[in-house]
């Protein structure tokens, strides 16, 4: 670890702001949207002291911001912006077309309930709307994985030629103040290097058509193309992980294994759900429990071999979804299943912003919380 | 280099056959010799000019969506203030295409937000009066009494039955440095307009009148025809508005009924075999002629 490196005590959502400003992107188009606004006003306010050179387009609707992510992206400008919930439903028609474009735009996202009834606080309903549309999808437990999966972000999406979301819950990391460790600018700048794409508007000499009509023949051809790009995201990201590992000392993978060396028992949860059940196993003190945690990071793509190897001997796994679907499985418990093909035990936690006690996690180790729904 | 308009876009697009579209793309781009970038809208020019693997755009073109063109242009903007200098590639103009949907109705809000930023580009409207992309639905532009797919004429209606939207007082609200109609029927107009568009820094609008052979039903030939007799009726007058100073261009020499630009259509045939139609017309011709005062009272009071 760097010792030079100093501590900070940020928000989720300055610490983001803090992470953009320090890469000082080419183009930020954003529109307001709670829990997401502390990012993009703390980022403003470095523009306007002239600490980013990034051109900012305040746009008139997410769905503007995202079309104009799309025409800056195009041109090779490094790109971001930031959203919630109701602002990525809103953006939804035009989030695969940025992925069929291959436009690695990177946006942090607060997660945030999606209405009805409308809600502001913290759930993973607007992430899983959007799971299955090319883009990548990191999950941060908390600030200080806020702000180094929006630097590792920009180094994996740029190889990848995909777009990428930082997600952090919504007021519980975005809004919370915890100590961090900075990383110095001159050394994020040099991870994250220049982006210098082949392809762009800006080719004059050989002028290029972005977004063509793909008929019957070739459509097919071109979402394959996504697909392929997409499983290879798993190799880029072990080698980003392991580059960020040289400039912070943080080492981390697709997935995080907690106490999970010899468990019976197993939760696999994702976001700041994690920080409150690690509390619980160390509160139960009881080497007999044999009770685990696995935090899944990478989201999209999923990591179904990490997943599969960390629960083997595994006798009981119980997945914890802070979304709720309607008709069908649990997003994350179903991906579990797929993972290592047996069924799971599914609880929905949290939504639109719940509050989960270390108490009803130890429940839920404990067997003594026999419901699907942690209320 | 000058790169004349033919080469900018192609021949060999897939529009229709008495289509105008093509003519307004080559027109455009042929009014400056600066380097370009299009945005375009989903519609008739986007899918005729882009199936793949083939283009008839040879200047950079991207389409991402059906309503977000203008903003779409706006990120082209900022990425080419951000790092267009480093990269040293010159004077861009930037020109967005897209029809009456994709700028009365889905387009609305994306366009208002680009004209109310400021960003230097064009916006050039094709207007053919409805969804014609999608096989005739009704859009905000249709006319009143166009029988369409969605407000099709029967024995309890009489085809649309409300007026089009003013698309150009829309615009005009947002206070931009330059706004004008301009027809295929009158090309010179058309080319004087897009030129001068071109010269003002800030965003630009142009409405163009664009028929349409196959849902307005009429013969293939007759395009410039249906064109040239919608402005002699007053149907589409052809005024520019600079720095909110409205300018009326061309004013009809002879009086012409508006019911003559309506008798050349298919889409108006219903209203002819009705009985009332004397009434039906009158009240028409009442609507384009208070139009045609209103538009005369704003040059005078400009």
Redesign the interface.
Known sequence: MNKKNKMEALTGGHAVGRALSQIDP??M?VYPITPQTPIVEYFAKKKANGEV???I?????E???M???????????R?VTASSSQGIMYMM??LP?AAA?RLPIVMAVANRAISGPINIHADHSDAMAMREHGWIQIFSENVQEAYDNTILAFKVAEKAMLPLTVNMDGFITSHSVENLEMINSSIIKKFVGKYDPKQT????SR?????????QN?YFEFRKEIFGSMEGVRDIFVQATADFEKISGRKYGSIERYKAINAKKMIIAMGSVCGTIKEALNSIHDEREKTGLIKVRLFRPFPYKEIKEAVKGVEEIIVLDRNLAFGTRQVLAGEVEAAIGRPVTSIVYGLGGREVFEKQIVDVIRGRHNNQFLM | MKINSKQKFSSGHMACAGCPIGIIARTVLGATDEQIIVSGATGCLEVTSTVYPNTNWNVPYIHSAFGNAAATISGVEAAYKAIGKKKKIGRVRLVVFAGDGGTYDIGLQALSGALERGHDFLFVCYDNGAYMNTGNQRSGATPLGADTETTPFGDRSLGKNISRKNIMEIVAGHNIPYAATANVGFLNDFQIKAKKAFEIKGPKFLLVFSPCVNQWKYPPDQTINIAKLATETNFWPLYEIEKGKYKINYLPQKRIKVEDFYKTQGRFKHLFNNENKKEIFGDIQSIIDEEMIKLKKKEECS
Not at chain 1, 67 to 77: F, K, N, V
Not at chain 1, 201 to 204: H, V
Not at chain 1, 207 to 215: Q, R, S, W
């Open positions: 080419d183009v188009a050179d990034t051109e387009i305040p746009v008139e609707s769905h503007s911001a079309s104009a992510c799309i025409g800056a992206s195009a041109c090779g400008a790109t028609e035009v077309i474009m508007l800006f080719d004059f002028p290029k058509t972005f977004g063509p009509l793909a008929l070739s």
